[in-house]
């Protein structure tokens, strides 16, 4: 069996501490592709790790083979999914500048973050001058979850405040997860193997 298919995946976004409301990128995009979802996670002001994966696992469930698009805390979120839940049908992760919760108290509750390969490609989107996690800090949170480092230059938190508004090359960074996604990662997890 193949992720091919006929039609697009699913592509679930996970917005960060206090939402991503117009115009922030993810906002965007979820008003401009029909296949994509914005994740609801209760009260964005106050996040809540268990049931914030709770929803995203919901979502994972309903469409399997979806790509997970995540910005900062929801970034984090997804990595928690990942590591907790490694069998749950994810073809692919975009993690958008993933925001080191313990350098807040608002974010704190989330914990460290998680780590542990992750089972399906992934790409971690890092900006050389973000004040929620540091271009080092994100390589090597990077590699440690086998993740692909995309280098946006200085890009600050990729949010609203540092100009990212329509963000084109997100979409792109996705597409070229589902096309190297040859395979369902829940059938090679059934095989024993890990993906590369």
Known sequence: MS????????????????GSPAPHWQDWWAGTDPDAILLETGDPARPVRELWQAML??????HP????????????TIAHLLTR?????VRGALLVAPA???????T??????????????????ASRNDPWMGFEQAREVASGWGAELYDLGHAGHINVASGFGPWPRGKALRDELI????????????RGARTA
């Open 85 to 89: 839940w490694p069998d749950l049908p």
């Open 65 to 76: 083979g979806c790509i997970l698009v995540g910005h900062s805390l929801g970034a984090v």
């Open 57 to 62: 696992a919901s979502q994972v469930l309903r």
């Open 108 to 125: 704190r509750p989330f914990g460290a973050l998680p780590r542990g390969r992750f089972d399906i490609p992934a790409t971690v989107v």
């Open 100 to 106: 080191d919760p313990l350098i807040s108290a608002r």
């Open 179 to 190: 096309a190297r996604t040859a395979r369902p990662s829940w059938i090679t997890r059934l």
């Open 3 to 18: 992720w091919t298919t006929k039609t697009q995946p699913k592509t679930i976004i996970v917005p960060g501490l206090d």
